[in-house]
C-alpha cells in the first residue's frame, strides 16, 4: 500500500479505534465472523444498514503470544459513541458484548486526524514502517476494508489524481 493510500484513510472520519482479542485461538475465518457480527451489532445499534457501515478490520498475530486478535477502525456517528466508548474506569457496551462471546476488548475515541490509529492500522503496509514493524509485517495477516469505507479511499484518491493532473498541465501549459 502506498503512503497515499494512509493519506486517503486518513482523511476519513475515524471515530472508535478497537483492539480485540479471543479465549480460544480462532482461525482467521472464525475471527472475521466475530468481528462481522460485532459490526452487525454496531450497525443495529446506530440504525443503520451493515452494508453502509465504514471499517477497517486488521488481522493480526501478537509478537509475544503468536495469537491472533484484530485491530478496527469504525466510524460511529457521535450521537451513539456512548455505546463504545465511555469514561475511563467504566466498561462500554460494546465492550461487554464482546467480552460476554468472545474475549478481551479495547475501544478508545479517535480524537482528530493526526491520532496514531490509522498509521497504526497500516503500518508496515508503507515504506515508512521501521524494521521493528517490518518485522511484524510478517505476523500481519492482512486488512479488510468495508466498500463504503473503500468508495471514500478511491473518491479521494481520485480527488488527489486530478488534482496532480490538473496542477501537471497547468505546469507544462506555461512552458
Not at 451489532?41 to 486478535?69: C, L, N, P, S, Y
Not at 462500554?92 to 464482546?98: D, E, G, P, T
Not at 495477516?141 to 501537471?168: E, F, V, Y
Request: overall charge positive.
Amino acid at each position: 500500500m502506498s503512503a497515499s493510500f494512509s493519506l486517503a484513510l486518513s482523511r476519513i472520519d475515524w471515530t472508535v479505534f478497537c483492539s480485540l482479542t479471543f479465549r480460544k485461538e480462532p482461525s482467521e475465518a472464525s475471527a472475521i465472523v466475530a468481528a462481522e457480527k460485532l459490526l452487525k451489532w454496531a450497525a443495529h445499534i446506530q440504525r443503520m444498514r451493515f452494508k453502509d457501515m465504514e471499517f477497517v478490520i486488521r488481522i493480526e498475530t501478537g509478537e509475544r503470544t503468536g495469537r491472533r486478535h484484530l485491530h478496527l477502525l469504525l466510524r460511529v456517528d457521535r450521537r451513539f459513541m456512548g455505546y463504545f466508548v465511555v469514561q475511563a474506569g467504566r466498561s462500554s457496551i460494546a465492550r461487554k458484548w464482546w467480552i460476554k462471546h468472545y474475549g478481551i476488548a479495547q475501544f478508545r475515541r479517535i480524537e482528530s486526524g493526526c491520532d496514531s490509529a490509522v498509521a497504526y492500522i497500516t503500518k508496515d503496509m508503507d515504506a515508512g514502517a521501521d524494521i521493528y514493524e517490518l518485522a511484524k509485517a510478517a505476523r500481519s495477516t492482512h486488512l479488510i476494508i468495508s466498500p463504503t469505507a473503500l468508495r471514500c479511499i478511491r473518491r479521494r484518491i481520485g480527488s488527489a489524481d486530478s488534482q496532480t493532473r490538473a496542477t501537471n498541465t497547468l505546469a507544462e501549459s506555461d512552458k
